[in-house]
């Protein structure tokens, strides 16, 4: 199953090892299977959000190229794909155009996000799922 992961799941993941972002990328970098997506607009994204001064207080515990290297990784272990077909403005927020554009392009099943409500009428125009980490780990049988 394809799924994009919103930057701020990720932010979650490196800020907290025990919240269910943290545990969905481990099982994401456990699994034989390659099941995230990435466009290099999002990594681009996921790359200025964690790098930004003000947030890396709370993972202070990473170095800079710590993070670099964190972001090669998940883009080792992730779909790339390209943005052939854009789709905004369909969301409030742009950054969420962008995760639904990777979406839509790559045929996602599930955008695993956060803020559920800011990707509202997404399943019923594009058929794909919005689910908190939590809720995409129990549906993948994974204790979160």
């Known amino acids: 199953m394809k799924i994009v992961i919103d930057t701020n799941v990720i932010f979650s993941a490196l800020y907290s090892k025990n919240s269910a972002s ?4 481990v099982w994401l970098f456990e ?3 390659k099941h995230s997506v990435v466009s290099n607009t999002l990594a681009l994204e996921y790359e200025d959000v964690l790098m930004r001064h003000e947030n890396r207080r709370y993972y202070r515990h990473l170095e800079q190229q710590d993070l670099a290297r964190f972001i090669d990784d998940l883009c080792l ?4 794909q390209k943005v052939h077909f854009l789709w905004r403005p369909f969301l409030k927020d742009m950054n969420d155009d962008m995760v639904l554009e990777v979406a839509v392009n790559a045929g996602a099943k599930a955008i695993v996000a956060f ?3 800011d990707f509202s009428g997404v399943p019923e125009k594009f058929g794909i ?3 908190t980490p939590k809720a995409f780990l129990q549906q993948q049988g994974v204790t979160a």
């Open 22 to 25: 943290h545990r969905l990328l």
């Open 31 to 33: 699994s034989q299977e």
């Open 77 to 80: 272990i992730s779909y790339h």
């Open 115 to 117: 803020n559920p409500k």
């Open 129 to 131: 799922d919005i689910l």
